[in-house]
């Protein structure tokens, strides 16, 4: 019969050629044919394509165009906000029921249409399964109706909008495109190239299904570029960005002092390990490391660990497994560049080479590659090239095996390969990744977190977390939106200090010399110089240290120390340590509250309140220490997973002058509680009731260097903080300037941001610290804790 192959399956598994596609993309075809191969941005829930635009052609697999697609200009963006705007309006008077129906219409739709959504993915190379993207309408439908029940105090953050890179999945697209709809947003995508027709159906097939004109918008363009644009929109009140860490870093720094909030994911760009111990099912992970080095797209880069006694015995399995595979595409002509660049580098230092055949001269296409012998160190290593290429180091012990794994500057994501299960969660909880897989990789679902590390990102996507995210407490005061002021970041907080020389000197009242706390020790500042502190009439009332870049610098090799002893302390011990804290500023009341009337001058009976209100506040952070615990959600597939959260490590907090005290162990009890360290800056305006604070901290049961305390120059400090590479997250209360100066500055090392802006000439910081609301509270746990989340297969 005609058509019929000749071959076995021995022979197809023996060759393991690719079969030939059925697909004739039909469906997707029709729909672009409909649109007459041009498309434009989706607003106001209608496509347009003004006159005198520059356009882009989204290409195919073969770099056959198959359609255009219009580039906004400034107007466009103005017109997509003002429509979001509107929608937003709209959208969120309607109730969560009403809400959750129309997003249940949504997941209905997406099914109706998988065919025709598949297709076009698969067209404009960025293939997706439509059954996970039904499975996150179905998710955060139900959580759309559950909004006010279970989140009655926190309100949607208004206009989100959401970018990604050209390298990003439609997955990921709408894994936060979705929950921000869920909770009430309005959302504007700026998608990439590979991912611009998926978002424009998708929108199509949301408007379709019933949501509101103007909830839902899609512009298109270069997304570097149109990002800045939405971001200095007034009206916009959020921006997430997932993708490649080149592009979020330009974005990033573009719109700087904007006043806007801005959250990133970095996952394109992530080194992942995969690790194979002695224990493991060897056949299983070497197949599972093949599948996903060797896969034409990878979500992001792998390499491979392998315990030394079973090195040989894998490299053996890899050798007889790739050599009848066929070469595998790459994205272009660059991506060649770097592979050959790499896998000659590695030669030079040593590396053996196992390839399936000889790579072409040129081309876009080649074999898989595994690069045996190479030292952590190596460039390959730390940034594997794109394309089939597989860098593979051998360990001895498994605690070095967790060790080089936590080498990256990444923490994406892991797979740990054995089968002694004591062994396969001690190594999840000890590696510093977002996600842990267990004899598998890449398994992926809406209930749970995913949360990168280090390099890899500051923001939560997917489960109950990942809503927080589009979600603001309903009494806290946003972030005031501002315009991007030119500012010299080399030189930001470098001005000389100054110093005062008080008049009328009276020397039956010499002023105190303060010390501050670092590594839990009194000292004073590295450069020996101190600063006057004034008192509410302008009189010298005492003298602290003036602290600098070296200061910071002990405080945090002093925490980093510390901090994963402290971590891995039991809740339990951690709450007691806490009520003993409180206890101690109990018996101090009296000296901290005459600080406060000193330094602020209020009434004695005002700063006994604040300091009352203070001793509650660290016993409520006691009490909550061990009832924060993750949990086991259910899953669709078979095995178990585990959502835990952890410490972010070392946190700097830039404090506010508003309720010295009271602000103070509400961050304090809040970031210690959860596991972390934290090196504080007292407000320059009032630093006395920190200072005096020491004594209490000196007191405790807390460990030496958890808390670090340092005065000086805020600007100093801020820019201190945040050029360190080990400090995970800063807590800002300060000027326009920092604020914009730390979004420029975090992006490179990333760093989890929360900032507020403080007036000069104000004592509030727009937060009220003494308000019982229990969304404060639970706002201030969320910024202390990031989220892990281990998958274990039991079929």
């Given at each position: 019969?005609?058509?019929?192959?000749?071959?076995?399956?021995?022979?197809?598994?023996?060759?393991?050629?690719?079969?030939?596609?059925?697909?004739?993309?039909?469906?997707?075809?029709?729909?672009?044919?409909?649109?007459?191969?041009?498309?434009?941005?989706?607003?106001?829930?209608?496509?347009?394509?003004?006159?005198?635009?520059?356009?882009?052609?989204?290409?195919?697999?073969?770099?056959?165009?198959?359609?255009?697609?219009?580039?906004?200009?400034?107007?466009?963006?103005?017109?997509?906000?003002?429509?979001?705007?509107?929608?937003?309006?709209?959208?969120?008077?309607?109730?969560?029921?009403?809400?959750?129906?129309?997003?249940?219409?949504?997941?209905?739709?997406?099914?109706?249409?998988?065919?025709?959504?598949?297709?076009?993915?698969?067209?404009?190379?960025?293939?997706?399964?439509?059954?996970?993207?039904?499975?996150?309408?179905?998710?955060?439908?139900?959580?759309?109706?559950?909004?006010?029940?279970?989140?009655?105090?926190?309100?949607?953050?208004?206009?989100?909008?959401?970018?990604?890179?050209?390298?990003?999945?439609?997955?990921?697209?709408?894994?936060?495109?979705?929950?921000?709809?869920?909770?009430?947003?309005?959302?504007?995508?700026?998608?990439?190239?590979?991912?611009?027709?998926?978002?424009?159906?998708?929108?199509?097939?949301?408007?379709?299904?019933?949501?509101?004109?103007?909830?839902?918008?899609?512009?298109?363009?270069?997304?570097?570029?149109?990002?800045?644009?939405?971001?200095?929109?007034?009206?916009?009140?959020?921006?997430?960005?997932?993708?490649?860490?080149?592009?979020?870093?330009?974005?990033?720094?573009?719109?700087?002092?904007?006043?806007?909030?801005?959250?990133?994911?970095?996952?394109?760009?992530?080194?992942?390990?995969?690790?194979?111990?002695?224990?493991?099912?060897?056949?299983?992970?070497?197949?599972?490391?093949?599948?996903?080095?060797?896969?034409?797209?990878?979500?992001?880069?792998?390499?491979?660990?392998?315990?030394?006694?079973?090195?040989?015995?894998?490299?053996a399995r890899l050798r007889l497994r790739m050599a009848a595979m066929k070469c595998v595409p790459h994205a272009s002509d660059a991506d060649r560049k770097l592979i050959d660049t790499a896998v000659q580098g590695a030669q030079q230092q040593g590396a053996a080479l196992i390839q399936s055949c000889p790579p072409p001269p040129a081309g876009g296409l080649y074999p898989p590659t595994v690069l045996c012998g190479l030292a952590p160190s190596c460039d390959t290593v730390i940034s594997p090239p794109p394309g089939p290429v597989l860098p593979l180091i051998s360990f001895r012990s498994s605690a070095e095996g967790v060790t080089v794994g936590n080498h990256s500057i990444h923490g994406q994501a892991a797979s740990i390969w054995t089968e002694d299960l004591t062994l396969a969660l001690e190594s999840a909880k000890s590696l510093s990744v977002g996600s842990v897989w267990v004899n598998c990789h890449s398994v992926m679902d809406p209930a749970l977190p995913l949360c990168g590390r280090k390099e890899s990102g500051n923001c939560t996507d997917g489960g109950r977390e990942g809503l927080y995210q589009f979600l603001r407490p309903s009494l806290t005061p946003t972030l005031p939106r501002s315009?991007?002021?030119?500012?010299?970041?080399?030189?930001?907080?470098?001005?000389?200090?100054?110093?005062?020389?008080?008049?009328?000197?009276?020397?039956?009242?010499?002023?105190?010399?303060?010390?501050?706390?670092?590594?839990?020790?009194?000292?004073?500042?590295?450069?020996?110089?101190?600063?006057?502190?004034?008192?509410?009439?302008?009189?010298?009332?005492?003298?602290?240290?003036?602290?600098?870049?070296?200061?910071?610098?002990?405080?945090?090799?002093?925490?980093?120390?510390?901090?994963?002893?402290?971590?891995?302390?039991?809740?339990?011990?951690?709450?007691?340590?806490?009520?003993?804290?409180?206890?101690?500023?109990?018996?101090?009341?009296?000296?901290?509250?005459?600080?406060?009337?000193?330094?602020?001058?209020?009434?004695?009976?005002?700063?006994?309140?604040?300091?009352?209100?203070?001793?509650?506040?660290?016993?409520?952070?006691?009490?909550?220490?061990?009832?924060?615990?993750?949990?086991?959600?259910?899953?669709?597939?078979?095995?178990?997973?585990?959502?835990?959260?952890?410490?972010?490590?070392?946190?700097?907090?830039?404090?506010?002058?508003?309720?010295?005290?009271?602000?103070?162990?509400?961050?304090?009890?809040?970031?210690?509680?959860?596991?972390?360290?934290?090196?504080?800056?007292?407000?320059?305006?009032?630093?006395?009731?920190?200072?005096?604070?020491?004594?209490?901290?000196?007191?405790?049961?807390?460990?030496?260097?958890?808390?670090?305390?340092?005065?000086?120059?805020?600007?100093?400090?801020?820019?201190?903080?945040?050029?360190?590479?080990?400090?995970?997250?800063?807590?800002?209360?300060?000027?326009?300037?920092?604020?914009?100066?730390?979004?420029?500055?975090?992006?490179?090392?990333?760093?989890?941001?929360?900032?507020?802006?403080?007036?000069?000439?104000?004592?509030?910081?727009?937060?009220?610290?003494?308000?019982?609301?229990?969304?404060?509270?639970?706002?201030?746990?969320?910024?202390?804790?990031?989220?892990?989340?281990?998958?274990?297969?039991?079929?």
């Open positions: 019969m005609a058509g019929i192959s000749t071959q076995t399956v021995h022979d197809i598994f023996q060759n393991m050629e690719y079969g030939s596609s059925s697909t004739s993309f039909a469906t997707a075809q029709s729909w672009l044919e409909k649109h007459s191969r041009t498309l434009g941005f989706f607003a106001d829930g209608t496509f347009s394509c003004p006159a005198e635009r520059q356009m882009y052609n989204v290409t195919d697999s073969k770099a056959e165009v198959i359609c255009s697609i219009v580039c906004a200009k400034d107007q466009d963006v103005a017109s997509v906000v003002s429509s979001a705007s509107a929608g937003f309006k709209t959208w969120s008077e309607l109730s969560c029921y009403q809400r959750a129906r129309v997003l249940r219409r949504s997941a209905g739709v997406l099914q109706r249409h998988s065919q025709c959504v598949s297709e076009l993915c698969e067209l404009s190379q960025s293939p997706t399964s439509p059954a996970a993207l039904i499975r996150l309408a179905q998710y955060y439908t139900s959580w759309a109706q559950l909004r006010d029940t279970l989140m009655p105090v926190w309100t949607p953050q208004g206009i989100v909008a959401v970018v990604v890179s050209d390298d990003c999945s439609v997955y990921s697209l709408l894994l936060k495109v979705l929950p921000a709809l869920a909770m009430g947003n309005a959302v504007i995508v700026v998608p990439g190239r590979s991912t611009s027709l998926p978002a424009l159906l998708l929108a199509q097939l949301f408007m379709e299904a019933g949501i509101p004109a103007g909830v839902l918008n899609v512009v298109t363009g270069s997304e570097a570029s149109l990002g800045v644009q939405v971001a200095q929109n007034p009206h916009v009140n959020y921006l997430t960005y997932s993708g490649c860490k080149e592009t979020g870093e330009d974005l990033a720094k573009a719109a700087a002092g904007c006043g806007l909030p801005m959250t990133y994911s970095f996952s394109t760009s992530s080194v992942c390990p995969f690790i194979i111990f002695e224990s493991a099912d060897l056949d299983s992970a070497v197949d599972g490391a093949m599948e996903l080095a060797f896969r034409k797209k990878k979500d992001c880069q792998w390499v491979l660990y392998v315990q030394e006694s079973v090195c040989d015995s894998v490299v315009t991007h002021t030119s500012i010299n970041y080399d030189e930001f907080g470098s001005a000389a200090s100054k110093f005062l020389i008080p008049e009328g000197f009276d020397p039956s009242s010499v002023p105190r010399f303060y010390s501050q706390l670092v590594g839990g020790q009194l000292r004073k500042a590295d450069s020996d110089c101190t600063r006057s502190v004034l008192g509410p009439e302008g009189t010298v009332l005492a003298h602290c240290p003036d602290g600098g870049r070296k200061d910071v610098r002990n405080a945090v090799e002093a925490a980093i120390k510390v901090q994963p002893g402290w971590m891995k302390k039991s809740p339990a011990t951690r709450s007691q340590s806490l009520y003993s804290l409180a206890d101690i500023l109990e018996k101090k009341r009296q000296d901290i509250a005459a600080s406060i009337q000193t330094q602020t001058g209020i009434s004695l009976e005002e700063a006994e309140k604040e300091v009352e209100l203070s001793i509650s506040r660290l016993s409520d952070w006691a009490a909550r220490c061990d009832k924060e615990q993750g949990g086991i959600p259910f899953l669709p597939q078979s095995g178990s997973a585990l959502s835990t959260p952890e410490a972010l490590g070392v946190v700097g907090v830039i404090l506010p002058s508003s309720k010295p005290i009271l602000s103070l162990v509400s961050l304090l009890g809040a970031a210690v509680a959860m596991g972390n360290a934290v090196v504080m800056v007292p407000s320059e305006k009032y630093p006395l009731p920190a200072l005096e604070f020491i004594q209490v901290l000196q007191d405790s049961a807390l460990p030496g260097g958890l808390v670090s305390i340092i005065t000086g120059d805020r600007d100093k400090l801020t820019h201190a903080l945040a050029n360190h590479s080990v400090i995970q997250s800063i807590w800002y209360w300060g000027s326009i300037e920092g604020c914009q100066f730390l979004q420029y500055s975090c992006a490179c090392p990333l760093k989890h941001l929360w900032l507020h802006c403080e007036c000069e000439d104000e004592e509030k910081g727009g937060r009220d610290w003494t308000s019982s609301n229990p969304s404060h509270q639970e706002e201030l746990w969320r910024r202390a804790v990031v989220w892990k989340c281990v998958w274990v297969p039991t079929a």
